[in-house]
């Protein structure tokens, strides 16, 4: 299954960007090839008025730019918590279900509005600390890297 994560913000050169690469770079030639590629898809925060109308042309960029994808996560503080392996066996369901491409979607600092909510099949808390917008990616893209191997039966997660 295809993969895209799809933020508002654009990670600089550094930390944050090379960890994101070292797990995407990871994913693409991880054994079994059960997910991935993973795409990535970086949006200019909205320039609007108010958070409402920032977060409401976010949301319509975001998902203009997954437009096809069967399955499209929402990164939410107010989300469902997963250890890695219960995060694992969902993308894997949704995989043996026939989903072809999921899109992994990071608002920016207003959050996310209410059409990419309503469209997410999940809304994914990675944890109830706040978390920078770069460090949340690069926790998503090691976490969709681990899962795979989860699903390959490799022996990265030893949980």
Not at 13 to 29: H, I, P, T
Request: glycine letters at 12%.
């Amino acid at each position: 299954m295809k993969l895209t994560i799809a933020a508002v913000g654009r990670l600089k050169d550094g930390g944050e960007r090379v960890l994101v690469d070292r797990y995407v770079s990871r994913l693409a030639g991880a054994r079994g090839g059960a997910l991935g590629p993973v795409l990535e898809r970086e949006l200019p925060e909205s320039r609007a008025g108010t958070a409402t109308e920032r977060r409401d042309d976010e949301a319509r960029r975001l998902l203009a730019a997954v437009a096809g994808c069967d399955v499209i996560v929402a990164l939410d503080e107010r989300g469902r918590d997963f250890n890695s392996q219960d995060f694992a066996r969902w993308l894997g369901t949704r995989q043996d279900s026939g989903a072809r491409h999921a899109a992994f979607l990071i608002g920016g600092p207003d959050g996310h509005g209410a059409e990419v909510l309503a469209a997410a099949a999940l809304q994914l808390c990675l944890g109830r600390l706040t978390l920078p917008h770069g460090l949340a990616r690069a926790v998503l893209a090691e976490q969709l890297y681990r899962a795979a191997t989860i699903l390959a039966g490799h022996p990265y997660h030893r949980a």
